[in-house]
């Protein structure tokens, strides 16, 4: 339950018009509701302005699609991430309203209820060194969508062809957060840092032959970084660097 949900709830009993059993069962669940194998986390929108993700991986489709349900009939939205074909499917069946991405392993109903962001609203750019680094970038792109931020994507503009991110580096200065997502020796996010203003969070990707060490020598080059105040995530963590991204916008906004 977020929290324009629970302030229109106490409006409704104030007025008469829900009554207190009612507004007793829809807070049955709240703070948390233990599931047996999960315990969700009502009361996480209203401390943090999102309810809780759901990390797929591991869990069975069965644990996915209750999971989602028990979140929707909650009143917040669901955003599951790292997602099987098989989860994507039955939540399809279960709300044919979600949106899936393969690609981004993702799949979403509106976290909460908002409107489509406006031609003005901050923008937060991803991007993508390689097309090897879109899948990561995506769960980026999808987490930012499923919160109602704006944001566009660049892809395949690596260091290997330095003109290729120049070109675009009026783009890269409009935007009030730029996610950087790389493998291989990591090296666009301290080129990017060189242009931006704003935040950069550099998102290291388990892309890159042997002495890449499955994203450690991207890691360790985003961290020593000669770019200053750059951030970085953990390798493939394309939800971690849009969930910062959300919270540095509403920190921006005074609130989420």
């Known amino acids: 339950m977020n929290r324009a949900a629970l302030a229109a709830l106490l409006d409704g009993v104030r ?66 991430t790292r997602t099987s074909d098989a989860q994507r499917h039955a939540l399809v069946e279960a709300h044919p309203d979600v949106r899936v991405n393969a690609l981004a ?31 990561v970038a995506e769960e980026a792109v999808e987490t930012l969508r499923a919160f109602g931020r704006r944001v566009d994507r660049l892809a395949d503009v690596g260091v290997a062809g330095l003109h290729r991110i120049l070109a675009e580096e009026s783009r890269v200065r409009s935007a009030a957060v730029v996610i950087v997502v790389a493998g291989m020796e990591g090296a666009l996010a301290s080129v990017v840092g060189g242009l931006a203003a704003a935040p ?21 080059g985003m ?26 916008l509403a920190g921006m906004e005074g609130g989420s």
Do not use: M
Request: with cysteine.
């Open 200 to 220: 950069v969070i550099a998102v290291p990707t388990s892309v890159g032959y042997g002495a890449a060490f499955g994203g450690l020598a991207a890691l360790l």
């Open 105 to 135: 392993r993702t799949a979403w109903l509106p976290v909460a209820a908002h409107a489509a962001p406006t031609d003005e609203a901050p923008l937060v750019l991803v991007v993508a060194a390689g097309t090897s680094d879109l899948p």
């Open 15 to 80: 007025d008469g018009a829900i009554p207190t059993d009612e507004a007793l069962r829809r807070l049955a669940a709240f703070p948390a509701e233990d599931l047996g194998f999960a315990r969700l986390d009502h009361h996480r929108d209203l401390r943090q302005g999102r309810p809780e993700v759901i990390y797929a991986e591991g869990k069975t489709v069965e644990q996915v699609v209750r999971i989602a349900e028990r979140l929707q009939a909650a009143g917040a939205g669901v955003l599951a």
């Open 223 to 248: 961290l020593n970084a000669c770019a200053s105040g750059i951030v970085v995530t953990n390798i493939d963590n394309g939800f971690g660097a849009a969930a910062a991204a959300d919270r540095i």
